[in-house]
């Protein structure tokens, strides 16, 4: 099917090329990330328990531009905003240099995947650069999920600065005339108060002010697309040759899939395309087979699942393989240089591996390596 595929220029333009013509921030990023690390490999971190999450990420963050995570496999997600498993993913992702895309397929009517998006104790949006979107509902999803997104963009750059003073009051505060004036005649005996836990004024004893406390609170621009009050553990680490993340989040919409017999026909993936090219300035690109620019003006980046190499030494002749329960495999030589995919998406292939840092440098250097082939480097 892809090789037959008319040639659109963006099939053999560079990464660096193609971000400088990149109008969605977050691919220009992506883009620029890509050529800086020399990868364009994805990792599908689909463990289940927090910890493994974070061990994973650390280890093979090196290798990827992007972490695809299914936050609902994970026990043990810690939801805190500041110090919680997306924030902690965050930091990971500033110091090695690679975007967290939540897998999350929505498909529901809109009201719904704005929820589903930045409320709940998830909040995805607050963590995951990246989310994608199931085009069964329509566009209405699509339109819903952008217009939740610029609300929150509107806002998250602010945060609320509160101050607290606090001080005793000088001798200047009070008036100088006390000292002068006459001692008020004593006061006649009288029985004593009943036991109460509060004194009147009127006790015969001059009031005093320890302390005066001021609570100021004002809202204040943030320039860095960190959390005020992210975790201290590499926060402060930033993969160098790159600034971080903008604030802008994207979205990739499910065009394509590697599953045997999916549904996902032709006339759904046309309008999923159309659907991409009206929301352009949320939509980054597709998770799909090939890549599904055709128009002049279409830059879109296309990530593709199913990804799979056959053990080291042998060749990538390509019979597609398969796990069994409907996935179909294909090799970075087939999906990067003949379909045109710009990121391949592998899990398995990795986490189940002997080594999988050692195994993520294998699928890098052969997806780098079929990238290059088909720009003609």
Known sequence: MCATRDRHPTFKA???????????????????????????????????????????????????????THYDLVAGWDFHPQTGTGAK??????????????????????????LQYTAGSARIIDWAHIVNVNMVPGKAA???????????????????RTSVSVGTPTSDSFDENDEDRPAPPPAPKEPPPPPSSFRGEHNGRKGSIVSITTLTQSFEPVDSPRFANAIAEGDELVYAGIEEPPWERGLLILAQM??????????????????????????????????????????????????QLPPEGDEEDGVPMGDGLGQQYNTPAKLVGLCGSDIIIVGRGILKAA??????????????????????Q
């Not at 080594?355 to 003609?376: D, F, H, M, T, V």
């Open 258 to 307: 590697s599953s045997e017999g999916n549904f996902m026909n032709k006339e759904y993936t046309d309008a999923c395309v159309q659907a991409a090219r009206e929301y352009k300035s949320f939509v980054m690109g597709f998770i799909s087979q090939e890549t599904l620019n055709t128009e002049p003006t279409d830059a879109f980046i296309s990530m593709t699942p199913g990804c």
């Open 142 to 160: 699509v339109s819903a999920l952008q217009e939740a997104a610029a609300r929150w963009r509107s806002r998250v750059n602010y945060e609320v």
């Open 14 to 68: 560079s990464f660096a090329e193609r971000a400088n013509n990149a109008s969605h921030p977050l691919s220009n990023y992506l883009l620029r990330l890509m050529e800086l690390k020399k990868s364009n490999l994805c990792l599908s971190a689909d463990v289940t328990s927090a910890r493994e999450l974070l061990t994973i990420a650390d280890r093979i963050g090196p290798s990827i531009v992007v972490l695809k």
């Open 355 to 376: 080594s999988p840092q050692q195994e993520a440098e294998r699928y890098r250097r052969r997806a780098w390596k079929a990238y290059l082939n088909r720009i003609g």
């Open 89 to 114: 993913l965050g930091a990971l992702g500033r110091k090695h240099g690679f975007l967290i895309f939540e897998d999350r397929k929505f498909g529901d009517i809109g009201s719904t995947v704005q």
